[in-house]
């Protein structure tokens, strides 16, 4: 069983340009969270997605970036007109089905370095 | 305000000994704490999850605690050795999914 893939592991752009970070959830997995770890500081919640929903995006900026997770296919997160503060490590990670009893282990992939010119 | 914290930002430990890193949480309201390894310029490895209705969880040579009342949770490594180097993070989930990380704590094992 593959673990969490996300590629591409290293991106440069350049100020304005787009950047688009793809997310592969372990299998058996419907439930994809992203993460950001700026440099020198510790990872912050950005937005937890299940299959064609979002359900928690209260860790994203207002502006510029957003996230899906379609029927078919990886997860996406989307950063249009990228700055240089949007230069971190974003990393995604994925959790079974909840149910009802609460929390399940999130396993976390090892990470899109974003630089930007 | 939910927060994790952990201290120190920084440890240092003669190879072979025991150590326990520290994490505190600021709502006993916690569903899930987990602790997860970093490696410079790496992913994060998930090491041990305590649910809230447990007390403990170990794994080999580590060994991790949940104490909801005081709001700490402690990481027990014994007898450490070099590859044991890493930055531990700390995480808890309040009533939602998503994890609120501490800052870490870099260790450093002395061969």
């Known amino acids: 069983n593959a673990g969490v893939m996300q590629n591409p592991r290293h991106l440069v752009r350049r100020r304005g340009q787009e950047a688009r970070l793809r997310c592969s959830p372990m299998?058996?997995?419907?439930?994809v969270y992203w993460y950001r770890q700026l440099p020198e500081e510790g990872l912050k919640f950005m937005v937890y997605?299940?299959?064609?929903?979002?359900?928690?995006e209260s860790g994203m900026p207002k502006e510029r970036f957003s996230a899906e997770f379609p029927k078919e296919g990886p997860s996406i997160l989307r950063i249009q007109q990228v700055v240089r503060g949007d230069s971190a490590a974003y990393f995604c990670?994925?959790?079974?089905?909840?149910?009802?009893?609460?929390?399940?282990?999130?396993?976390f992939g090892p990470g899109t370095r974003l630089t930007v010119t | 305000k939910q927060e994790v914290t952990q201290i120190p930002a920084a440890l240092s430990v003669p190879e072979g000994e025991n150590l326990v890193l520290n994490c505190s949480f600021t709502?006993?309201?916690?569903?899930?704490l987990q602790w997860f390894r970093q490696d410079p310029g790496k992913g994060l490895t998930s090491l041990l999850l305590?649910?809230?209705?447990?007390r403990e969880q170990t794994s080999g040579r580590l060994n991790a605690s949940l104490d909801k009342s005081s709001g700490r949770s402690t990481l027990y490594i014994a007898a450490s050795q070099p590859g044991d180097s890493a930055t531990y993070l700390c995480?808890?989930?309040?009533?939602?999914?998503?994890?609120?990380f501490g800052t870490g704590t870099r260790l450093t094992i002395i061969p």
């Open positions: 709502d006993s309201a916690i569903y899930n």
């Open positions: 995480a808890a989930t309040f009533g939602n999914e998503k994890l609120t």
């Open positions: 997605l299940q299959k064609e929903n979002i359900i928690d």
């Open positions: 990670a994925s959790s079974p089905y909840l149910g009802t009893s609460g929390s399940y282990e999130q396993y």
């Open positions: 305590i649910q809230s209705s447990q």
């Open positions: 299998k058996g997995h419907s439930h």
